[in-house]
């Protein structure tokens, strides 16, 4: 445990829930790009020192986005609010073991949402006796309002404006993999494109999408840290 | 980087699938159970694949901030901050020091430094100790008759029974954001307070927890809460004997009764 963390550093960070990843300037990493990652280490370090302080910390910096993802996959505030909690008690219950050499404590949290949410959204799925149509299942476009409301948030511009730059037929698999939680080969099936095609437009995807959003090579510094 | 309509180097019409093929679905959360576990097998024996896949899941993980934002309600954190205080206190296995007479209530800024350097865990050794296994023993050295004994056998199963129970805190003030939850430990002396919503303080205050027991209401510790008016962390008194728990603005320092307006109180 970080006894020489203050509270008013942690508090001080904790009211900040932006992702520092998209304060970056260019090419280059900002130096608050750094700051953030600290800060998440920081928080880290208390979760795996057993510091209850460290998950309040990790909720008022990520809740929200981790609310909303949950939400957009399940459409249900109730069901989505329990994955919430779940994924992070999973984060204070499994801190101890976290190799931060295996990325950002905000991609460990928001990866827990996501599988649970799938998980949930498969296990429906295989329970319904409806063949589900890849129309029906494809994320649904948000409210006018709702948009208009969250275009103000730079980051939620940036990443918009990212995937809009993608091929529609790149967005359209990622969106349906990562919204629709169906799996590579029924995306495949489902389109009548072949499989590796849908490989290679998640892959190409996933490539353009950290180019344009400048995700820092978090695994390199990772070590960086653990040395 | 691949052309789009690059084939796998494998399908599973052609016979085994390389796992590298595989690996941005796998970031994405999109293969089957199978799948996943043969990705898995391969990331641990190859760890540049294993840095590629960490890399792709940090862009995969961008995606999120791509969806409107929204607030998820505050049960969520009053739920979540109980349960991880509840293990965190179950979680303590120091040897306990003999818990000294407490005249006046400690401020609850103070626990907190004391949690922070790992100073209460002791103490709550001592509680869960003495409620998990060391009852009987405390009540027969308590009791010399018949009586007595049962009223404490009474008393325990009442803490017990009242572990993990949780009542509201609502705002005095109708329509006011504060709410809260106490959540009541095997102790009757320790409960987890988590509550949102709270106004901020002017500079000289702070917010001062009271357990009110008949028309007495007794510190139970202060705080002041975090920027967006949270605040998770322990309360100590006599809540057993407590019917309701209070919330006031009082100097910083703390009151010998509540001074200032009440912000926020629930039955217990």
Redesign the interface.
């Known amino acids: 445990m970080d006894a020489g963390l203050s509270l008013a550093q942690a508090e001080h960070m904790a009211g900040d829930p932006k992702p520092r990843g998209f304060r970056t300037v260019g090419k280059g990493m900002a130096a608050d790009d750094t700051t953030g990652q600290d800060a998440d280490a920081t928080i880290l370090h208390q979760i795996v020192g057993r510091d209850p302080r460290g998950i309040e910390q990790l909720y008022d910096r990520y809740g929200g986005i981790a609310f909303a993802l949950a939400y957009r996959l399940l459409g249900e505030r109730g069901v989505a609010e329990d994955v919430v909690q779940e994924a992070f008690l999973n984060i204070w219950r499994q801190g101890a073991t976290y190799d931060t050499r295996r990325g950002t404590v905000r991609t460990w949290l928001l990866t827990i949402v996501h599988h649970r949410a799938i998980d949930h959204i498969r296990s429906a799925r295989s329970k319904s006796s409806a063949d589900t149509v890849i129309d029906d299942a494809a994320p649904l476009p948000a409210k006018e309002d709702t948009w208009a409301e969250v275009m103000q948030g730079l980051e939620h511009e940036r990443v918009r404006q990212a995937m809009a730059t993608l091929p529609p037929e790149q967005r359209q698999v990622v969106d349906l993999a990562y919204y629709g939680g169906f799996t590579h080969s029924e995306i495949a099936a489902r389109m009548g494109i072949p499989l590796g095609t849908v490989k290679g437009r998640m892959r190409l995807a996933l490539d353009k999408l950290r180019e344009l959003l400048h995700v820092p090579d978090v695994v390199d510094e990772g070590m960086e840290r653990a040395r | 980087?691949?052309?789009?309509?690059?084939?796998?180097r494998n399908?599973?019409e052609m016979g085994e699938t390389d796992p590298s093929?595989?690996?941005?679905?796998y970031?994405?959360?999109?293969?089957?159970p199978e799948?996943t576990a043969m990705v898995e097998e391969y990331l641990a024996a190859h760890p540049d694949a294993?840095?590629d896949v960490?890399?792709?899941?940090?862009?995969?993980?961008?995606?999120?901030?791509?969806?409107?934002?929204?607030?998820?309600?505050p049960?969520?954190?009053l739920?979540?901050?109980a349960?991880?205080?509840r293990?965190?206190l179950a979680?303590s296995g120091e040897p306990p020091p003999p818990r000294a007479p407490q005249s006046t209530p400690m401020p609850i800024?103070r626990a907190?430094a004391r949690?922070?350097?790992?100073a209460i865990w002791p103490f709550a050794a001592v509680i869960l100790l003495v409620l998990s296994i060391g009852f009987g023993g405390w009540a027969v050295s308590l009791n010399r008759d018949v009586r007595d004994r049962e009223r404490v056998i009474a008393t325990q199963s009442g803490a017990i029974a009242a572990a993990g129970t949780t009542k509201p805190l609502l705002a005095t003030t109708p329509g006011a954001p504060a709410r809260g939850e106490l959540l009541r430990l095997a102790s009757d002396q320790v409960a987890v307070l988590t509550i949102s919503g709270l106004p901020p303080l002017a500079n000289g205050k702070v917010y001062e927890v009271w357990f009110i027991a008949g028309s007495t209401p007794v510190g139970a510790g202060l705080f002041s809460p975090?920027?967006?008016g949270?605040w998770?962390g322990l309360v100590r008194g006599d809540i057993a004997s407590a019917q309701a728990i209070a919330i006031s603005v009082e100097p910083t320092g703390g009151s010998a009764a509540p001074t200032g307006d009440i912000v926020a109180k629930g039955a217990l």
């Open positions: 980087m691949a052309p789009e309509n690059e084939q796998p399908t599973p093929s595989l690996l941005a679905a970031a994405l959360h999109a293969l089957s799948e294993a840095r960490a890399m792709l899941k940090e862009a995969a993980a961008m995606l999120p901030y791509g969806v409107p934002p929204m607030t998820p309600g049960q969520v954190r739920r979540l901050m349960e991880v205080y293990e965190a979680e800024e907190r949690w922070r350097g790992g975090n920027p967006d949270s998770s």
